[in-house]
């Protein structure tokens, strides 16, 4: 299975992190966050590894090269303003023309079980498959009748309502949905393959963060510390 990671982007929201940095190499403990990715990727099976990067590429490009390799991974530049549908159009001639290919992006980790994600999608027949996830709530749940606190949940998961979580599964042929490198994956190619349902939904109810944030840092860093494994690692 080939996989692209998406890691571009400026990452503002990081702040003074991301200006000697790009956002995929911020550490998580002592390993970058798109290392802790690659991981996950390498231990569920994955035959290539293609980096799609703009923002300070040559750095991701020179930590890369350092890693033990079990797996090949290319790192390409595909520029500072290409948008993430554009990135994944502009690495193209890496994919293998018969074989699926999965997507996500340099900033977020989850315990996905990738060949389940894998059969959902080959059992569904579509174009893509995106996976649905309940993120961690940002504030406590606080449960009230009759003005009494029946239950007190600090930050629990979200149970209603999916939102996007970055690991997608597609076939070659989607790639015709990319304009050029101004498109944005979120935006006319899923829609489109919505419009012709053919974008499957696989439902992640584990483990699941991006981050986005310095808090969201913060709370990934504190999870690593607290547990001899870590969170995102699949165990199945």
Same mark, same amino acid.
């Given at each position: 299975?080939?996989?692209?990671?998406?890691?571009?982007?400026?990452?503002?929201?990081?702040?003074?992190?991301?200006?000697?940095? #790009?956002?995929?190499?911020?550490?998580?403990?002592?390993?970058? *966050?798109? $290392? @802790? /990715?690659?991981?996950?990727?390498?231990?569920?099976?994955?035959?290539? *590894?293609?980096?799609?990067?703009?923002?300070?590429?040559?750095?991701?490009?020179?930590?890369?090269?350092?890693?033990?390799?079990? *797996?090949? *991974?290319? =790192?390409?530049?595909?520029?500072?303003?290409?948008?993430?549908?554009?990135?994944? /159009?502009? =690495? !193209?001639?890496?994919?293998?023309?018969?074989?699926?290919?999965?997507?996500?992006?340099?900033?977020?980790?989850?315990?996905?079980?990738?060949?389940?994600?894998?059969?959902? @999608?080959?059992?569904?027949?579509?174009?893509?498959? =995106?996976?649905?996830?309940? #993120?961690?709530?940002?504030?406590?749940?606080?449960?009230?009748?009759?003005? /009494?606190? +029946?239950?007190?949940? $600090?930050?629990?998961?979200?149970?209603?309502?999916? =939102?996007?979580?970055?690991?997608?599964?597609?076939?070659?042929?989607?790639?015709?949905?990319?304009?050029? !490198?101004? &498109?944005?994956?979120?935006?006319?190619?899923?829609?489109?393959?919505? !419009?012709?349902?053919?974008?499957?939904?696989?439902? @992640?109810?584990?483990?699941?963060?991006?981050?986005? +944030?310095?808090?969201?840092?913060?709370?990934?860093?504190?999870?690593?510390?607290?547990? &001899?494994?870590?969170?995102?690692?699949?165990?199945?």
């Amino acid at each position: 299975m080939n996989v692209i990671i998406l890691a571009g982007g400026f990452g503002y929201r990081m702040g003074s992190d991301t200006v000697k940095l #790009p956002k995929p190499l911020i550490k998580i403990g002592n390993k970058p *966050i798109l $290392e @802790h /990715l690659i991981n996950t990727y390498v231990s569920a099976g994955a035959s290539k *590894i293609i980096i799609s990067a703009g923002y300070k590429f040559n750095l991701i490009k020179k930590y890369t090269g350092k890693l033990k390799k079990q *797996i090949p *991974i290319k =790192v390409i530049n595909t520029g500072i303003k290409t948008e993430t549908g554009g990135r994944i /159009l502009l =690495v !193209k001639k890496y994919l293998d023309k018969n074989q699926d290919f999965m997507v996500t992006y340099g900033d977020g980790l989850a315990n996905i079980n990738f060949k389940n994600l894998l059969r959902s @999608h080959r059992n569904s027949r579509k174009i893509g498959t =995106v996976t649905a996830v309940r #993120p961690i709530a940002r504030f406590g749940e606080i449960k009230i009748k009759n003005n /009494l606190v +029946t239950n007190f949940q $600090e930050k629990p998961q979200v149970t209603k309502g999916w =939102v996007n979580g970055g690991f997608f599964v597609f076939k070659y042929k989607f790639l015709k949905y990319i304009k050029n !490198k101004n &498109s944005i994956l979120e935006k006319n190619p899923l829609e489109q393959l919505t !419009k012709i349902k053919m974008l499957n939904a696989y439902k @992640h109810k584990g483990f699941w963060q991006c981050m986005d +944030t310095q808090r969201e840092k913060k709370f990934l860093t504190e999870l690593l510390k607290k547990n &001899s494994k870590p969170p995102w690692i699949n165990n199945d």
